[in-house]
């Protein structure tokens, strides 16, 4: 079943979305906001999302922003702006496609279904290795040397997904910190040294040398393969 976040925050039409959709054989998840937005997003995976840029508490602009460093989930804009500024400014931070309302939910459900077969199309698994340990993040398996399976927990997988589709590219604090929490809101940073351990720990030949997962002080981390 596809899964479509509706981010949307007049009420009666994130209703009636989500009731079209749902009629339709969608899973839906509502969100008024985008901090319940990006929350959504880091508690389950979802397969598109349907994004007003107009929200209460940051622009979708902002969102689509935060969305695409830890993300490639397709995203189609709803916006009553129809100036080009808008939706080029949108298409240029990556949402996918555009919808001016007043649109027909039949217009959207074509858009939903096309943005959904780029997506599966361009999906390219990811396997990667930290020191002789073997990621495949399509199918969430660790597997080491000798073929034996190392745990790892959600939040472990959610920083190993960001991290290991840019290698060698240094990832913010803050994109890790909304890509396992949803927020930087009221989290405290230092989390992050702590779940990093436990990584270097199960991966890294030496966590205490790390080679793959590395520390930029005051800035971020990086993977390097």
Known sequence: MTRVLIVEDERPLLRALAMNLVARGYAVTEAENGARALTALADHQ???????????????????????????????????????????????LGADDYVTKPFSMDELLARL?????????????????????????????????????????????????????????????????????????????????????QLRRKLEPEPSRPRHLITEPGMGYRYRP
């Open 46 to 92: 979802h397969d598109a999302i349907v994004l007003d840029l107009g929200l209460p508490d940051m622009s979708g602009v902002e969102v689509i922003r935060a969305v695409r460093e830890f993300a490639t989930t397709p995203i189609i804009v709803l916006s009553a702006r129809n100036g080009s500024s808008d939706k080029v400014e949108a298409l240029d």
């Open 113 to 197: 279904r096309a943005t959904s077969r780029r997506a599966v199309a361009a999906d390219e698994s990811v396997v990667a290795h930290v020191g002789s340990v073997r990621i495949d993040l399509a199918t969430t398996t660790a597997v080491d040397q000798a073929g034996k399976a190392v745990h790892l927990t959600p939040t472990e997988w959610k920083l190993l997904d960001v991290l290991l589709r840019r290698p060698g590219k240094l990832i913010s604090t803050d994109t890790l910190l909304t890509a396992v929490r949803g927020s930087t809101e009221h989290t405290d940073s230092s989390y992050l040294r702590i779940y990093f351990a």
